[in-house]
Every structure is written in structure tokens, then in C-alpha cells.
């Protein structure tokens, strides 16, 4: 056995440790993932979670980074936060999911981003958001959903920012609509973002889709219905001499016309009469 003349014991420094706890003969370096802050210790103390330590004879641990992490005792380093995920904090034991309505595409993030217009995050931990899609849209950032186009507007394309609205002669009649409609014939819409056509009114008509207005009956036509592409003519015995009228009137005492469409009636010529009206 070797002899020993000491007359003392020395301690151990910081960052190291006896080789046994009793008759130790010299101290040992703390080991990577360990550390000793104090001296005259027997033991070493893992790295706590959120910690690391790379070198021996370590008197503390080193926090992990923002946007990395370690969620085991003793490490010797950290980990990188996965896309979709962040740490914003240094001495993270885990990485966070981005919440709705944000995102993160890159790999050690210390943060996420809004969700940027035109798209939407309905999920936790997204690398990228969903564009909105057809008869959809959304103008703000950092939304969780999109809307849908109101009535009277549409959006024909992806990842639309705001809805447009359906122009003359057209319509939507609900919500989320990728296209306007063509006003069918009988009806009208005027100025944009209509939910409905106007009903032309009696007296007039159109007979083609997508229209602005109305057309007027001309003088021996007439209509008594609305919404109607057509004018009627006056039957014979009955004239109407002015535009957008719903009914024709009969021909007056003494007079006649056996056209049907008449804007006039003719008096009846000599040796003839007619002595009731229409």
C-alpha cells in the first residue's frame, strides 16, 4: 500500500468530484451533462431539462437557446424546435405548437407568424397556412378561418383577399358564391352587389338575361303582369297610343279597328256606325 505523510485532506473544486465518498486519493472532473457548483462534493448533478452541458468540469449548465430545447436530464446538448413549433424562451424543456391562425416554416423558430390575408390556420403547429379557397376570403392576418363572400359577392379565385361584388345584371343570392348569376329574363338589377333581381314592372318586359333595365311596351302593346319578357298586343277592337301601359283601351262610339296591335281606332266611314264600345 502507498503511504501517505499528508497531515490535511484537500477539497475538491468546483467542477469536479471525489472518486469515492471516504479515502478518496484525487477528484475527478465532472462529466459532460454534469456539473458541480459547489466544492468539497462527492457527486456531480445532471443538467436540469432546458439544460445542457458540453465540457467536462463544468460549474453550471448552459440554457438552451430560443428556438431550441431538451427535455431530458444530463444532456450534453439541445435540440432544434421542429417547423411548426417554437421556444421563445432560453432553458426550454419543450418546444410549443404554433396556435391557430399562425405558423412557422422554418426549423428553430423563437416565434410564429400570423397567417397572412387570403389564408387561414384552423390547427395547431402548421408550417404553412391554407389559402382560402373559391368563394372565401379574408383581409385581416392571423385568422383561424375564412369567410364566406356575403350575398351579392363572389370570389372566383384561391386565396382571395376580400370578395367582389356582382355587377349590374347580377346576382348572388346566398353566401359563398364563386360566381354571379345572369338576372334571368323578366327581371333586372341595378348598380353592384345585388341578392336579387327586380321584377320588371307592368308595362314593360326584357327578354334577355343579364339586364340593367327594362324596356317599355310600345304604343298597341301593353303588359298587365310583372316580370314578363314579352308585351302583348291590344286585341283588335282595343288601341293604346302611348309606351308602358298595362292594359289598352276600348275603341270609343263610332269608332273602330279590326287590327289586332292598333294605336288608333278609325271612325266608321258613311252608311256605317258602331254603337257600343269594344
Known amino acids: 500500500n502507498e503511504v501517505s505523510n499528508s497531515t490535511s485532506c484537500s477539497i475538491c473544486s468546483a467542477g469536479s468530484?471525489?472518486?469515492?465518498e471516504l479515502g478518496a486519493t484525487s477528484c475527478v472532473a465532472c462529466s459532460e451533462g454534469t456539473f458541480n457548483s459547489n466544492a468539497g462534493k462527492s457527486v456531480c448533478n445532471d443538467c436540469a431539462p432546458g439544460f445542457f452541458s458540453n465540457?467536462?468540469?463544468?460549474?453550471?449548465c448552459m440554457a438552451c437557446p430560443v428556438g431550441y430545447y431538451q427535455s431530458e436530464a444530463g444532456s450534453t446538448i439541445c435540440n432544434t424546435c421542429d417547423a411548426?413549433?417554437?421556444?421563445?424562451y432560453e432553458g426550454s424543456a419543450e418546444c410549443l405548437q404554433c396556435p391557430l391562425g399562425r405558423y412557422q416554416t422554418d426549423e428553430g423558430a423563437s416565434s410564429c407568424s400570423d397567417c397572412k390575408a387570403g389564408s387561414a390556420g384552423a390547427e395547431v403547429g402548421l408550417t404553412s397556412c391554407l389559402s382560402c379557397s373559391k368563394g372565401k376570403a379574408t383581409a385581416a392576418t392571423g385568422q383561424i378561418v375564412c369567410s364566406e363572400c356575403?350575398?351579392?359577392f363572389y370570389s372566383n379565385d384561391t386565396g382571395a383577399e376580400e370578395c367582389l361584388a356582382c355587377g349590374e345584371g347580377y346576382y348572388s343570392p346566398d353566401?359563398?358564391?364563386?360566381?354571379?348569376?345572369?338576372?334571368?329574363?323578366?327581371?333586372?338589377?341595378?348598380?353592384?352587389?345585388?341578392?336579387?333581381?327586380?321584377?320588371?314592372?307592368?308595362?314593360?318586359?326584357?327578354?334577355?338575361?343579364?339586364?340593367?333595365?327594362?324596356?317599355?311596351c310600345q304604343p298597341g302593346e301593353y303588359q298587365s303582369a310583372s316580370g314578363k319578357s314579352t308585351c302583348l298586343q291590344c286585341d283588335a277592337g282595343y288601341f293604346i297610343n302611348t309606351e308602358s301601359?298595362?292594359?289598352?283601351k276600348p275603341c270609343n262610339v263610332g269608332t273602330y279597328t279590326n287590327l289586332q296591335g292598333?294605336?288608333?281606332?278609325?271612325?266608321?266611314?258613311l252608311g256605317f256606325y258602331a254603337d257600343f264600345s269594344a
Open 55 to 60: 465540457t467536462t468540469e463544468s460549474e453550471s
Open 175 to 216: 353566401s359563398g358564391y364563386t360566381e354571379c348569376l345572369s338576372c334571368p329574363i323578366g327581371k333586372f338589377a341595378l348598380g353592384t352587389g345585388n341578392n336579387n333581381c327586380a321584377d320588371c314592372s307592368v308595362g314593360t318586359y326584357q327578354n334577355t338575361t343579364g339586364s340593367t333595365g327594362c324596356d317599355s
Open 262 to 269: 292598333s294605336t288608333i281606332c278609325n271612325e266608321c266611314d
Open 150 to 152: 356575403r350575398s351579392g
Open 84 to 88: 411548426g413549433t417554437y421556444a421563445p
Open 17 to 20: 468530484r471525489t472518486e469515492k
Open 245 to 248: 301601359q298595362s292594359a289598352c
